[in-house]
């Protein structure tokens, strides 16, 4: 499932706030923020007298990014400033294509769009909402999904790799690919898309999660390759062997959760929460891995800001750490061979947990 990746929202990458570019992949951060001050009161503020019936896309997306400024909200769940996130409420509402861009501002709303926009935003405000959950779309890897409250907003820097086939660490011919913690089913079904021929098997413990992923797997047309799991990490694969296991697990340690931006509260705890230092679910995967890759196999994870923990955990391991450019880091590319090399045994993992 998607989790956090990095320390502090200061560290997010800087986007214009005069543009709206639906392609942006959003540095994430599950770090401590300042306490936001009263959504109540904000929210209030936001006044019926600055509403006008004939008001275009443009103006409602300024006025919008307005309140969203002055109530502090934390952005973190497919925008990153006040800008974007009140361009996706406006053309959401308006029912018009991202892509439209700039090119729809000068269009009108309706009245009754401008008080659904008025709901959205005061919900959005007062109740720390992320806003695909009151929209209930996220845009991952060029794919439009269905999310809300059983899933994680999927927003995983590890996009970028899918579109890129995750070259250059895997070549030739892919035919099984395996998502841990699927959630929505984000990355296993953009795997699904980029890799035509694959078989993908979209595994999470979360019997509500898969619900919401079977619906997106329905939605796209993909049932005929993408095979959801009720699984705890491998224990419903068999024997079978992958080419590629990705996952974004988990990964938010003790104190970190404690200290997460409200936001977050509204994303279930099983998909963010892993223990102590945050590498419950990374030792798990590490178990196993290695029987179920193939030779010329890959292991891909995110682990956002427990990158340094996990270099601590395990000094032995190669790991190679992509660059995003979209934005995002933590994510590591592992190669069956080189885990083969780290003779990680069960019971190293098991002294790691103490």
Known sequence: MSAAATPAAATQRKTKDNSFDR?????????????????????AKISTAEVR???????????????????????GHGTT????????????????????????????????????????????????????????????????????????????????????????????????????????????????????????????????ALQVCRRNVRRLGLGKRVSVLRSDYFSAVADRRYDIIVSNPPYVGRAEMRALPPEYRHEPNLGLASGVDGLDSVRAIFASARTHLEDQGILVVEVGNTEAALLRAFPRLPFIWPRIAMGGGGVFVLKAKDLDAANLNAEKLRDGRN
Not at 56 to 72: F, H, K, Q, Y
């Open 81 to 208: 400033n006040a800008r974007d996130e009140a361009a996706e409420l406006v053309f959401f509402v308006a029912r018009l294509r991202t892509e439209l861009g700039s090119h729809a501002y000068a269009r009108p709303l309706t009245p009754v769009q401008v008080a659904r926009i008025d709901a959205l935003l005061h919900r959005r405000i007062a109740e720390r909402v992320p806003l695909p959950y009151l929209t209930h779309r996220a845009f991952f890897a060029g794919l439009e999904l269905y999310v809300d409250e059983r899933v994680l907003v999927p927003r995983s820097p590890i996009a970028e790799l899918v579109l890129q086939r995750f070259a250059p660490w895997i070549g030739g011919r892919v035919r099984r690919v395996l998502d841990i913690g699927t959630g929505s089913g984000a990355i296993a079904l953009a795997c699904a898309q980029v890799f035509p021929r694959a078989r993908v098997d979209a595994a999470d413990i979360s019997a509500s």
């Open 23 to 43: 392609a942006v992949m959003p540095r994430l951060s599950h770090t401590a923020i300042k306490p936001v001050r009263a959504a109540k009161e904000r929210a």
């Open 53 to 75: 019936a004939a008001e275009s896309v443009g103006a409602a997306i300024e006025r919008c990014a307005r309140a969203l400024r002055a109530a502090r909200v934390y952005f």
